[in-house]
């Protein structure tokens, strides 16, 4: 019923299953997906992202949170060059 309720109403609101998505990863509920913390080369400064996907041909789509909601924040497709992936937990 959860599911129905969630697919049928929730997931039409703008924001909706990126806000959810955030929140089951940091909680721990979901690890088999998890954002990968990276370095964004955006202008001409490294930034703190998330790695969202990886798209077929290679690039990125990255999540940069904004300060100070962290829950905010832009999308942006880059190419691999221009992204750095870091090895620690989220």
């Known amino acids: 019923m959860q599911e129905r309720i969630e697919r ?5 609101i703008p924001g ?3 806000f959810r998505s955030l929140t089951q990863r940091l ?5 088999g997906n998890t954002w990968k913390p990276a370095l964004a080369e955006i202008e001409e400064a ?3 992202a ?5 798209l077929d041909d290679g690039r990125f789509t990255i999540f ?4 100070p909601t962290p ?18 937990p989220f």
């Not at 829950?71 to 620690?88: C, E, F, M, Q």
């Open 16 to 18: 909706y299953a990126l």
């Open 8 to 12: 049928s109403l929730f997931e039409k």
């Open 46 to 48: 490294l930034v703190p």
């Open 27 to 31: 909680a721990g509920e979901n690890e």
């Open 71 to 88: 829950l905010a924040g832009a999308v942006y497709i880059l190419t691999s060059d221009r992204v750095h992936p870091l090895n620690v």
């Open 50 to 54: 998330f790695i969202i996907e990886e």
């Open 64 to 67: 940069v949170p904004s300060v």
